[in-house]
């Protein structure tokens, strides 16, 4: 086992003699990396975790600390998702955006909220099924750059976006529109009537 | 750079401070002030001390040094010069006079400290200050900085901690001079990245402050230390949270190299473990959590605007020639203080 005493070091120091003897090193080999400071032990551990090897510390007898990279030797972490409890609901999900506003009272505080909401629905486990645009909610999909970005992250993770074209035509945005497709009152009331669950903000 | 004057940089600027918890533990213990006039004191983590002299003035004061972070003595005066005044401009105000505060070894050569000085008080000169006196000692290793004085109208002080919902953020200087300045000491800063960065720090933040002062500002502070992350941070109140747009961050060439190479600080990850559990990465990128964390040695303005200013703001701030952007926004609380997203 090569050994690096990089005691009395300063960052970047320890962490450019480690790649240094990891360098030299093979594959499977573990290096063992002295260092006096809590700090420099984690500057080690993000590196080596960086470059997938295994990675262990602790405090030496004369306590300073040790830090030992196995080059290519990271265990799997799993990836399985734990299961979750809560019984899934039936049907789809749909969310319906009516207004550029969230709730009443003040404007430009509604609008703030809106925005964060259409947000917070980009930051959620599972995205919806469908957002529903319409009246002043076309304008989240034609005109807001903020609610157009979020809303084509949900598109991209699966949720269909729809706009209503009147209320696109009525604003006049038509063109404007940014973000997934236009649709009309019939398809409106049947995604809502077959919907499993709809929110609306 | 000749090689007698290697000794100079140990890694110094911004990375130099203390962490924010070890801080945090410290302040806490001491009495608070409790004259009125006071009006912005350490109770909040605001840039400098405001204090009313009567209905229409009111005077900040700041102090910052530092060890150099670099070779050259001159560009290290500038630099630290810039740093120090910066603060005044974070606060809404107008620098006034400043101190020289120096540390020197007694045998280091003369040249060196004639260099220092005169960086910096170019710098002070540059600010619209008067340099009025300092105070040296005789230490083992090389610090400098300045104590500045500057005034301000008592109603339009730029706290850092009073952003309103909807409000963007502009950010008025480049990430990553830490990092870069970082792959220098160890020889691998290419030429071109070192020579940005030293524009960058040695920029005036009082370009910035004064582009803006016609925007309606509701709340301003200085990017330094504590990295973008640590600052915005501190802008931040339980009523509301940040969303940081990682592609609209702007950044130094080379710095997420540095990164990519594990050209860390200790101030990053002291930073990074402060943050813990208060800042959510909804993008998985290392190497960009990395540079948003990195001390900035005189780091930009981070400003918090309403939203129908903000691109009218930015296109004048980036007029002034440093990369800058509308790094993000103040969102309804969500369920950290900054969510950082593609």
């Known amino acids: 086992m090569t050994t690096v005493d990089a005691k009395g070091m300063a960052c970047p120091f320890p962490v450019v003699e480690a790649k240094k003897a990891m360098a030299q090193a093979a594959e499977g080999e573990t290096i063992r ?169 | 750079m000749e090689e007698t004057n290697k000794l100079f940089c140990k890694g110094g600027g911004c990375t130099a401070k203390l962490g924010p918890a070890v801080l945090e533990r410290v302040l806490s213990r001491l009495p608070r002030p409790t004259d009125e006039q006071l009006l912005v004191g350490c109770e909040s983590s605001d840039d400098a001390a405001v204090y009313r002299l009567t209905d229409d003035i009111a005077v900040v004061q700041t102090l910052d040094f530092f060890p150099p972070m670099l070779e050259d003595p001159y560009l290290f005066g500038q630099i630290a010069a810039a740093n120090a005044l910066s603060d005044i401009w974070a606060m809404g105000g107008t620098a006034k006079t400043a101190l020289n505060i120096v540390c020197f070894p007694e045998n280091m050569d003369l040249n060196i400290l004639g260099a220092i000085m005169t960086g910096g ?33 008592p109603d339009k002080i730029r706290t850092n901690n009073t952003c309103r919902i909807g409000d963007c953020l502009v950010l008025t200087k480049p990430l990553g001079v830490g990092l870069i300045m970082t792959a220098n000491r160890v020889g691998q800063a290419k030429q071109e990245w070192f020579d940005a960065a030293v524009q960058s720090m040695t920029t005036l933040n009082r370009w910035a402050c004064e582009t803006s002062m016609p925007y309606e500002v509701h709340a301003c502070t200085d990017v330094t230390g504590f990295g973008l992350l ?86 004048d701030i980036r007029a002034l020639g440093l990369p800058c952007g509308i790094i993000g926004s103040i969102v309804p609380r969500m369920d950290c203080d900054i969510i950082v997203t593609k």
């Open chain 2, 121 to 153: 008080s170019e710098k002070v000169s540059e600010a619209g200050a008067s340099l009025a006196g300092g105070h040296s000692i005789a230490d083992s290793d090389v610090k400098y900085g300045l104590s500045v004085m500057g005034t301000v109208h």
């Open chain 1, 33 to 201: 990396v002295l260092v006096d400071n809590e700090i420099a032990v984690q500057n080690l551990t993000k590196m080596a975790q960086q470059k997938h090897c295994a990675v262990s510390d602790g405090k030496t007898e004369d306590g300073n600390y040790f830090v030992e990279i196995t080059l290519g030797a990271q265990t799997t972490v799993s990836t399985d998702e734990p299961t979750s409890c809560q019984p899934a609901p039936s049907g789809k999900t749909v969310v319906v955006l009516s207004s550029d506003t969230m709730g009443s009272g003040n404007d430009e505080l509604g609008h703030a909220l809106m925005k964060g909401f259409v947000f917070a629905l980009t930051q959620m486990d599972t995205v919806p099924d469908t957002v529903l645009l319409y009246n002043g909610g076309a304008k989240l999909s034609s005109e807001v750059p903020e609610t157009i970005a979020d809303l084509k992250k949900l598109e991209e993770a699966g949720c269909e976006v729809l706009t209503c074209g009147t209320c696109l035509n009525f604003y006049g945005l038509t063109d404007k529109l940014s973000v997934g497709s236009v649709t009309n009152m019939y398809v409106i009331c049947e995604t809502m009537s077959q919907a499993g669950r709809v929110i609306r903000p």
């Open chain 2, 230 to 315: 640590g600052h915005l941070r501190e802008m931040i109140q339980p009523s509301y949270s940040a969303v940081v747009r990682a592609d609209s961050v702007p950044m130094l060439d080379g710095a997420r190299w540095c990164a990519e190479e594990f050209l860390l600080t200790a101030a990053a990850q002291r930073t990074r473990n402060f943050l813990n559990g208060k800042v959510r990465f909804a993008v998985d990128d290392f190497v960009l959590e990395e540079v948003l964390f990195d001390p900035q040695t005189s780091g930009g303005l981070l400003m918090s605007v309403p939203e129908r200013q903000a691109d009218a703001l930015l296109a």
